[in-house]
C-alpha cells in the first residue's frame, strides 16, 4: 500500500497536523465544540447535548508567550501551552469549555481560562479526588448539574435516551481502540507507536460517530497490512499524563525502540474504561470517571494495609499492559510542575522494580527545545536494555 492509499499517512496524518481542520469546519456549519482538557470531562454528556466534545491539545514546536501574562510559569507547562493556543486563537472554533478538577493547576487556572476566552459557555466540573460511597453520591449530583447547565446551553433537554445513546457511541469507540491496541501485540507491531498517538490524537478532535468510521478504516488497513520485517528492538510502555505530541515517541522509535503500549491520558488510561451500558447512565459515567480512570490524582484508599500492596493495587494496570504487550522497558514521562504525578515517582520507581520491567524517569517542559537531551538520555537507556 502506497502512502496515498494509507487511511493512516495521509487522512490521518494530514488532521494531526492540521489539528481541529474538521472541527474549525464543523463550526462554520453551525456546530457547537466544547473543548475540554483532561480525561475527566464525561464527553459522552457533550455528545448528548447535540454539542462536540473536542479535546484541547498543547504544542511542543509553540513557545509559550501570550499564556503567560495570564498564568504563572509555574503552572504545569502542558496547561499553558493549552491556554496559551487558545488565548492565540488556535482554538476559536470553540463555542465553550468545560475544565474538570484534575490538577490543581487544571483547577486554579480554570477561573483564568473563563475569563481570558469569554466563550459562551464555561463550566468547572467538579470530580472528587477520593473514591468512597459518599464521593459517587457526589459525583452524580454534579453530572447532573453539568447536565443542567448543558441544557441551558443549548436549550433543550438531555433525554435518558440522549445520554444511553451517547454512552453506546463513545464505548464504541473505546472498543474499536482495543481492537487497535491489540496490532501492538505481535513482535514487531503491527501498528507503531507513532501512527497510533496520531490516530488517537485526532479522534479525540472529531464528533464522535466520524471518529468510529475512521478507526473502522484504519482497521481495515491495519488488518491488510503486511508483516513487518523482523528484527529484535526493545518493546517500550509510556507512562505520564497527556503525551498529545509525538515527539517523544518518535525519538524512542527513531532510537531503534518499539513503543507498544502506555499508560497515558490519550491513551489506555482513558480509552480503557468502559461506561456500564445496563445501569443508569448517570450512575455509570460517575463509576466510570471516578473509580476507572486510574489516575494519581485521586486517592485511593490502601486497602492491603502493606506499601507492596498498595502500589500493586494503585499500578496494576500497568503490570498488566506491561505482560499483555511484553514490554521490556518503560519510560515515565512527567512535565515539570505536574504535583499529581511528581508525587508518585518514588512509588512508581518502586513498582516497576518490583514487575522487574526497567525504568527511565524523565521530568521533561512541553517544549520541543529539550528534545536533544531527551534523546541522548533515551539512546543510553535503550543501549542499556539492549
Ligand atoms: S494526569 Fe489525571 S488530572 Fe492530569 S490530565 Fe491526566 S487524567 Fe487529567
Known amino acids: 500500500m502506497n502512502a496515498k492509499n494509507s487511511v493512516i499517512s495521509s487522512k490521518i496524518d494530514i488532521l494531526y497536523r492540521d489539528y481541529g481542520q474538521r472541527a474549525r469546519e464543523l463550526a462554520k456549519e453551525g456546530e457547537k465544540l466544547i473543548g475540554y482538557v483532561c480525561s475527566f470531562v464525561p464527553v ?44 492565540k486563537g488556535r482554538y476559536d472554533l470553540l ?57 441551558d446551553f443549548v436549550g433543550h433537554e438531555i433525554t435518558e435516551e440522549d445520554l444511553s445513546g451517547a454512552v453506546h457511541l463513545h464505548n464504541e469507540y473505546r472498543d474499536k481502540v482495543r481492537r487497535l491496541y491489540e496490532f501492538r501485540k505481535p513482535d514487531p507491531p503491527m501498528i507503531t507507536g507513532l501512527e497510533l498517538t496520531k490516530v488517537l490524537t485526532v479522534g479525540t478532535s472529531l464528533p464522535v460517530e466520524e471518529a468510529n468510521r475512521l478507526l473502522d478504516e484504519v482497521l481495515a488497513e491495519l488488518e491488510g497490512r503486511e508483516k513487518p520485517p523482523t528484527g529484535k528492538r526493545p518493546r ?60 494519581p490524582k485521586t486517592y485511593r484508599e490502601n486497602k492491603a494495609g502493606t506499601f507492596e500492596g498498595d502500589i500493586a493495587d494503585r499500578f496494576g494496570d500497568i503490570g498488566k499492559y506491561a505482560a499483555d504487550y511484553h514490554v521490556e522497558g518503560a519510560v515515565l514521562f512527567v512535565y515539570k510542575y505536574c504535583d499529581p504525578f511528581g508525587f508518585e515517582v518514588p512509588a512508581r520507581k518502586v513498582y516497576y522494580e518490583t514487575i522487574q520491567v526497567p525504568m527511565l524517569y524523565v521530568e521533561d517542559l512541553y517544549s520541543s527545545g529539550s528534545i536533544g537531551q531527551l534523546k541522548t538520555r533515551i539512546q543510553a537507556f535503550l543501549e542499556m536494555i539492549a
Not at 466534545?53 to 509553540?62: L, M, N, S
Not at 480503557?272 to 466510570?288: G, H, M, N, Q
Open 236 to 295: 517500550i510502555l509510556i507512562d505520564g499524563a497527556c503525551i498529545d505530541n509525538v515527539e517523544l515517541v518518535r525519538i524512542l522509535e527513531e532510537s531503534g525502540a518499539n513503543v507498544v503500549a502506555d499508560a497515558v491520558c490519550n491513551g489506555a488510561r482513558d480509552t480503557f474504561p468502559r461506561t456500564d451500558e445496563t445501569t443508569d447512565p448517570i450512575a455509570a459515567l460517575a463509576e466510570r470517571y471516578l473509580v476507572k480512570i486510574n489516575c
Open 95 to 151: 463555542s465553550g469549555i468545560a475544565i474538570p478538577h484534575g490538577c490543581d493547576s487544571m483547577t486554579r487556572s480554570y477561573s483564568t481560562w473563563s475569563y481570558g476566552l469569554e466563550l459562551p459557555y464555561s463550566y468547572f466540573i467538579n470530580i472528587p479526588s477520593v473514591v468512597k460511597e459518599s464521593s459517587l453520591e457526589f459525583f452524580q449530583e454534579e453530572l447532573k448539574a453539568f447536565k443542567k447547565s448543558l441544557e
Open 44 to 87: 459522552e454528556m457533550i455528545t448528548a447535548a447535540g454539542c462536540i466534545p473536542f479535546r484541547i491539545r498543547g504544542d511542543v514546536h509553540e513557545p509559550i508567550t501570550k499564556g503567560d501574562t495570564l498564568l504563572e510559569t509555574i503552572v504545569c507547562p502542558f496547561i499553558r501551552s493549552c491556554f496559551d493556543l487558545a488565548l
